[in-house]
RNA sequence: GGGGUGGUAGUUAAGUUGGUUAUAACGCCGGCUUGUCACGCCGGAGGCCGCGGGUUCAAGUCCCGUUCACCCCGCCA
């Protein structure tokens, strides 16, 4: 068998005459009577073969024989295609020259197949998940997973000029109730694994230990329902250092962004990155993974109410007197919202999840006023227009106004501004607003189960080393990452004092015997520390401009958690022994 | 577990207040075409309209159930 000697992306006008040996799969192929042309498809680009009947009056009898896909071997001579008579293709990077075939071999067959492999279809995703082989034959897509591979190259790169130490940690761990739902692994007698959710407790073992510094791209696996931006298993980029506080981490992580986005996208971020503590963020955005691209701001505009008693307007004095909250997402004029679609966003089924709220589309007109009139004339002046100071009002902007409880009222915020970011496209896909989130509260409570319940995670350093009698008002060292309003990753300083540790397992209601092992661990001079975990899947997403994570993992799960392509889950009747 | 949207040819979609033989594009098969590269032209095959009930003289279309997919909530320490 001839030996390949070029790929389909190497050849020029250099190589002109040379006889070459190309192999791949049949991207097009067309005949134009007794002239045919086919373009020649590998990983690395497109060739157009061309094959003149004065070559061989067999040619089009042997054609006849070969479909997309098949995979061949072509031998022949490179030739130009403007002296051929031609003209070139800018579209591809070998458009200036053809390969004269002299030779055809048959690698593979191939059936026909059951969608077409091109960069513009929208297969259902199910059929593409089944054929996940053909799939990944897209450029398209193979462009995603090469993305990944630069990332992953990268990143090593990066950390290891930093003085990181790669260092794996068990992907077969201990079973610890609470949290995440495990995927538990039977050994024998009864006994279990389970798999590794994440490797915080190691990775922290390791700084102990003084690795000092480390990371790990690390797979993890979560049982619970998938998302979008969300697979039963996955994989982060996972660091940790020792001796070294929140500013230090985020520094490390900001100058890897830089580099990375440098890198892969050829844009210059510049840090340090903005940063907004958790209250601001629900404030300003309803959400704690804000996206810095919408247009539309939030305002909690409930101190200004409190600042004047008596309001006549009865729906406002409901506000002050319910002990409701009032927040204003501001339009500006250029977005014109219409009355019907004012009804679509208050008639949506996701609103059905809350009670007690109301929602208001406000329209200001050329003299300033609020519309409908009522509302105006209800109002006093300085509040009106403190609120038109505030957002900096002109006339034809319009407000959404919302009153709810304090607890309903980030999630129904959110819904409306992020409803307005779809429907105006104020999300430029190519524009990358990072984001630190900080001051997270160290815990939450959990109204279900009536526990606290950590925000972070049990092993997250409350600010000062302490726990203040309030729990609820305690705030943390975590911080989140935020990247166009998805959570890219979150880390924390930790707690190395076996003390403290052991007493927030208690506050937590977590059965302290079963961490006792890492107890004893920080009673042995252990450093202080922290670190941070990226979403590798999600960078890979925000980069390639993907919908989902699927899109940048080679052999995912669908939404269901099932794999399509081999059929697993399975049910298993007579298990191994 | 809850909600939303969808399922029509190999693929992607259209299908009007229920009314002749269910359309189109791409793909596939056959023919023409000696410079195409989203080539072009002519012809052809291809359908349990997701599945099961119901209403009706008549259902792709209306109703009920069910299933599968995607998105969202819950969940993700």
Redesign the pocket.
Known sequence: MLERTHTCNDLSLIHLNNKVTLMGWVH????????W?L?LRDRYG?T?I?F???HSFEWTYIL?EI??EYCICIHGVV?S??Q??????A??AT?QI?V?ALQMYILNKSL?????I?N??????????EYRFLDLRNPCLQYKILLRHKLLTLTRKYFNTHKFIEIETPILSKY?P????NFLVPFKDNLFFSLS??P??YKQMLMIAGFDRYFQIAKCF?N???????QLEFSQIDIEMSFSNESQIKSIIEQFLRYITKKLLNINLVIPLQQLSYNNALRKFGTDKPDLRSKFQHIDITPILERHHNIKNLFLKNIITNNLLLKAIHIPAKFSISTKEVEKIKK???L??FSNFKILHVKINNNMQWMPQSLSENIQENILSKINKLFNIRSNDSLFLIISPLHCMQ?ISF?ISSFLDKKFHTLNSSSFKFLWITEFPLVEW?E?NHKF????????SPINGKLLKNLQITKSRAYDIVLNGI?LGGGSIRIHDSQLQSKIFKK?N?NKKQFSFFLNALSFGAPPHGGLALGLDRLCMLFSNS??I?ETIAFP????G?D?LTGAPTVIKNVQK
Request: proline share 4%; net charge positive; hydrophobic share 25%.
């Open positions: 097009t192929l067309k005949c134009l009577g007794g002239r042309f373009n497109l157009q061309v003149k009947p004065e006849k479909k997309l030739e295609r403007v051929n008579g031609g003209s070139c293709n579209n591809i458009g053809e004269n026909n197949l059951p969608f077409q091109n513009k279809n929208t297969v259902n995703e199910d059929l593409r998940l610890t609470g949290g995440a739902h959710e994440s915080q407790l979560r619970e329902d998938a998302r979008g931006d969300r949506d089924p996701y059905s999840n999630s819904f959990n279900s319940k950590s925000l972070h995670h049990p092993f997250t959570e937590l977590l919908t989902s699927r799960k669908n939404s269901n099932f399509i």
